[in-house]
């Protein structure tokens, strides 16, 4: 298997790949092309998804800053208890 097949299998079940919609939604969007799930998130109403509707295309790349984008909202909002500090790299070894 190539390198850039890997990595995009990698990335299916990852934070970046995965959003909020209903039943039915993920039914229909499962496999789809990425254009076509614009279109059903168009009517989404939650920020998560809309914010989704800006990208252009849909990739390993964008995969993986909308991930990066989702761990730092997570943070700001749940923030590390005061009893354990991470050390930087500890952080950077979480994300790759």
């Known amino acids: 298997m ?11 079940h990852a ?5 909020l919609v209903t039943v039915s939604a ?8 990425f254009d076509l799930k614009r279109t059903w998130l168009k009517d ?4 998560l998804n809309l914010a ?8 390993e790349s964008t995969i993986q800053e909308r991930g990066a984008s989702l761990a730092d909202l997570a943070i700001s909002i749940w923030p590390t208890p ?8 500890e952080i ?5």
């Open 2 to 12: 190539s390198n850039g097949i890997a990595v995009r299998d990698a990335l299916i």
């Open 15 to 19: 934070l970046g790949n995965l959003t």
């Open 26 to 33: 993920n039914s229909v969007a499962s496999n789809s092309a």
């Open 44 to 47: 989404s109403l939650l920020a």
């Open 52 to 59: 989704i509707l800006e990208k252009s295309s849909w990739n």
């Open 82 to 89: 005061p009893a354990y500090s991470p050390q930087p790299e």
């Open 92 to 96: 950077l070894e979480q994300r790759t």
